[in-house]
């Protein structure tokens, strides 16, 4: 009978050990893969990154699909310099601004053209000189 008791706890122990586990996996996918997080456009989760398209930044053609790969140098918020590659439908106007969204595991997930007067103010200077 004491082995019954026994054995009974250690039931327990891992059907708590396995419901702790789902809540886990489950508050993980909500905080991690909110769908609005995932939504390209949408900054939420995103760092944001400013960069110019020089004379020189003419984009990769890639194969007849009438896409480009561009990989510039480009700054956070606060002027912080990083590498980034993202691809284009079109080939960037020389001398445009671009605001990049970039998330932690896919990289840039959306661009857009911006003014020189909506870039940061320590972007704005890297730029207007």
Known sequence: MLKQLKGSGNMKKSILGISIGLIVIV???IFFYNPHKLIPDN???KSRF???IGNDDNGEKLGDNQ???YTLEAFDESGKKKILTFNSSKQLRKGAYLELY???FRGVTYWQEIQ???LPEPIKSKYSK
């Open 50 to 52: 400013y960069t110019m």
């Open 43 to 45: 900054p939420e989760g």
């Open 27 to 29: 508050a993980f996918s």
């Open 116 to 118: 020189l007067n909506e």
């Open 102 to 104: 970039v998330a932690s």
């Open 67 to 69: 896409r480009y790969k």
